[in-house]
């Protein structure tokens, strides 16, 4: 079975500093991995995908995950934390065979302060 | 243009009654979804159709029922409403090709409140 931990309930950072929010995962096959964004009352707004090929994966508003296989995790990561990057960030994987479903993380809180 | 369309936003019902959730996608793509938000936004899949076939369906209340009248829209019905049923549903869609590497595209979700 396929499953997803997203270990932090809760990352917070200074703005202008580094950002890592944290994913481990676990699937028979190969990983499709991916990072949504949900801001207060909005619906899940794709950031970044990792299918094959580099392990660094950039994405929107300038984070970027990298794939690491032997610790089976998918960390996202931004150089530079924004006020407005605040939200709830979800880590999820998914199969590979048409139809199926995301399988995500219970969420992570990102609280960027001025 | 709105790439993924639910319709209503929010939805206030008491328990008992029988509605309906409408979703469209103007994207072109052959698999949608139906996704549940607790209120301790966990998310989690009930239903996916791919081309208008039934892939996914979750251990959910046979009193869901998702209807697919064409690739673009999938709707959901739900009959007699319980309290527990209160949370944020979010419609979602791809074009997988016979593979799941394709990302999902949500919509905006729903508020359903049962009172």
């Known amino acids: 079975a396929q499953s997803v931990a997203q270990p932090e309930d809760q990352v917070n950072v200074a703005e202008g500093n580094p950002l890592t929010v944290k994913c481990t995962y676990s699937?028979?096959?190969?990983?499709?991995l991916f990072w949504y964004v949900q801001y207060p009352n909005r619906g899940l707004q794709f950031l970044l995908k990792y299918i094959t090929g580099d392990n660094l994966v950039k994405g929107s508003y300038g984070f970027e995950a990298e794939f690491n296989k032997s610790q089976t995790s998918f960390h996202l990561k931004k150089p530079s934390a924004l006020v407005s990057d605040s939200a709830l960030y979800f880590c999820?994987?998914?199969?590979?065979?048409?139809?199926?479903?995301?399988?995500f993380g219970k969420g992570t809180t990102l609280s960027v302060s001025s | 243009d709105t790439a993924v369309s639910q319709t209503p936003k929010y939805l206030v019902t008491q328990m008992g009654n029988d509605k309906s959730i409408k979703c469209e996608q103007n994207?072109?793509?052959?698999?949608m979804y139906w996704y549940k938000q607790d209120s301790k936004k966990f998310l989690k899949i009930m239903f996916s159709?791919?081309?208008?076939?039934?892939?996914i369906n979750e251990t959910v209340p046979n009193r869901f029922s998702p209807k697919s009248p064409d690739k673009a829209h999938l709707n959901l019905h739900i009959n007699s409403l319980e309290l527990g049923d209160s949370a944020v549903y979010f419609c979602?869609?791809?074009?997988?090709?016979?593979?799941?590497?394709?990302?999902?595209?949500f919509g905006p979700g729903t508020r359903l409140l049962v009172l």
């Open positions: 994207l072109g793509h052959d698999t």
């Open positions: 699937v028979s096959g190969n990983p499709y």
């Open positions: 159709y791919n081309n208008k076939e039934l892939i």
């Open positions: 979602a869609s791809s074009q997988d090709v016979g593979s799941g590497r394709e990302t999902q595209y």
């Open positions: 999820a994987v998914r199969a590979d065979q048409a139809g199926t479903a995301l399988i």
